[in-house]
């Protein structure tokens, strides 16, 4: 069986979206999001397969080598920063930054391990030992945590603190990671 041809579009576990060059770039974080938690679905459907489906097992290593890194980019040097910035005393924002930072460098230790296992796998079906297969449930059950703790705190305290400025910069950012910010150019 061979591996998937990863230029099909997202909704099939196929290619990442591309940020509009003139939209808000906190619903572009937010899909990344929908995308990454299709993703730890996929995770535990290899982890849980007997014999796990040689296209998923792409699907997610491609996820990790070329789609993930500029998510986290996007949010460590761009949407933490600006939070960071903004956010007020009361908010109480710093210990949950403390502990998404701690979380994300685990998981980002952890993610080379897996990348190195998904790539090892053979195209006709590898069965995974039950340790690889818990490692596989553990990166997706915390994968999820995090999830959760962007999808209820740090985007909405994002879409309430953040400027009108602070959105043009993150939005520039993201695109320029991704080699389109001539794009905008061309829109202006
Ligand atoms: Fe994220």
């Known amino acids: 069986m061979g591996r998937k041809d990863h230029t099909s ?6 290619s990442p979206s591309e940020p509009a060059p003139l939209g808000n770039p906190l619903d572009f974080i937010q ?3 929908l995308r990454e938690r299709e993703i730890c679905n996929l995770i535990v459907r290899i982890a849980e397969a007997e014999q796990p489906d040689p296209d998923d097992i792409s699907v997610v290593a491609s996820f990790f080598s070329h789609e993930l890194p500029p998510h986290l980019a996007d949010e460590e040097q761009g949407l933490i920063h600006l939070l960071a910035r903004r ?3 009361e908010d109480e924002i710093g210990p949950l930054i403390a502990r998404l930072d701690a979380d994300r460098r685990e998981a980002r230790e952890e993610m080379a391990g897996l990348l190195a296992l998904l790539n090892g796998a053979g195209a006709d079906g590898f069965a995974f030992g039950d340790d690889n297969r818990a490692r596989l449930r553990r990166y997706a059950a915390r994968a999820r945590r995090q999830l959760i703790l962007e999808y209820a705190i740090i985007l909405p305290f994002a879409r309430l603190r953040l400027t009108a400025a602070d959105l043009d910069a993150l939005r520039r950012d993201m695109l320029a990671r991704r080699g389109l910010d ?7």
Not at 9 to 14: F, I, L, S
Not at 182 to 188: I, N
């Open 9 to 14: 579009r997202r909704g099939d576990h196929g």
């Open 182 to 188: 001539q794009l905008m150019e061309g829109k202006k």
């Open 87 to 89: 956010c007020r005393p």
């Open 31 to 33: 899909e990344d999001h």
